[in-house]
T-cell receptor
Framework: DVKVTQSSRYLVKRTGEKVFLECVQD?????MFWYRQDPGLGLRLIYF???????EKGDIPEGYSVSREKKERFSLILESASTNQTSMYLC?????????????FGPGTRLTVT | KQEVTQIPAALSVPEGENLVLNCSFT??????LQWFRQDPGKGLTSLLL?????REQTSGRLNASLDKSSGRSTLYIAASQPGDSATYLC??????????FGAGTRLAVHP
């Protein structure tokens, strides 16, 4: 079974803190994604990566950065957390290729910024 | 810009009913369409993936169809059970398998 794990289920941080959300997948997938999910707005793509050290902005990258030093690990960084970044953060991975593949999601991290 | 719409937003049915969830998208240039299930406070579980060249996929009591030309997909759930209660999300894939999601249909199946 594909497994995508996220470092924390729940996280509470203060405004201005630097926050790291970690995601690890065990299926040697090339693609990895970070989404956030908010009531009324659904899931939106923040950043994705299609290879080690490669990253691309998604639809809402402002206030975030990412790091992918190893194939299995994709980190989302909030440089200076703000209250409007309180959300559910979901990581996903998939194989890459012309015939596209299922995305597998982690359990999510519910982040509260106070 | 691709937009994905799901109707209805919420549905409550008695156990045993067959039901249909609808998904529509504005740009037919998709690589695939994926249906997910999400339980409260949890991540997403993939249910079915339909490649752009396919018309339908089946898994157990679930059947998903895709009509790319009209920008529509349906998820059919046969003989619904209380354990089917969850939010169902439809997503279409563009380049690099980036997904654009609908807002979801919240399903409640009562005994």
């Amino acid at each position: 079974d594909v497994k995508v794990t996220q470092s924390s289920r729940y996280l509470v941080k203060r405004t201005g803190e630097k926050v790291f959300l970690e995601c690890v997948q065990d299926m040697d997938h090339e693609n990895m994604f970070w989404y956030r999910q908010d009531p009324g707005l659904g899931l939106r793509l923040i950043y994705f990566s299609y290879d080690v050290k490669m990253k691309e902005k998604g639809d809402i990258p402002e206030g975030y950065s990412v790091s992918r030093e190893k194939k299995e690990r994709f980190s989302l960084i909030l440089e200076s957390a703000s209250t409007n970044q309180t959300s559910m953060y979901l990581c996903a991975s998939s194989q890459m290729g012309r015939a596209t593949y299922e995305q597998y999601f982690g359990p999510g991290t519910r982040l509260t910024v106070t | 810009k691709q937009e994905v719409t799901q109707i209805p937003a919420a549905l409550s049915v008695p156990e045993g009913e067959n039901l249909v969830l609808n998904c529509s998208f504005t740009d037919s240039a998709i690589y695939n369409l994926q249906w997910f299930r999400q339980d409260p406070g949890k991540g997403l579980t993939s249910l079915l993936l339909i490649q752009s060249s396919q018309r339908e996929q089946t898994s157990g009591r679930l059947n998903a169809s895709l009509d790319k030309s009209s920008g529509r997909s349906t998820l059919y759930i046969a003989a619904s059970q209380p354990g089917d209660s969850a939010t169902y999300l439809c997503a279409v894939a563009g380049g690099y398998n980036k997904l654009i999601f609908g807002a979801g249909t919240r399903l409640a199946v009562h005994p």
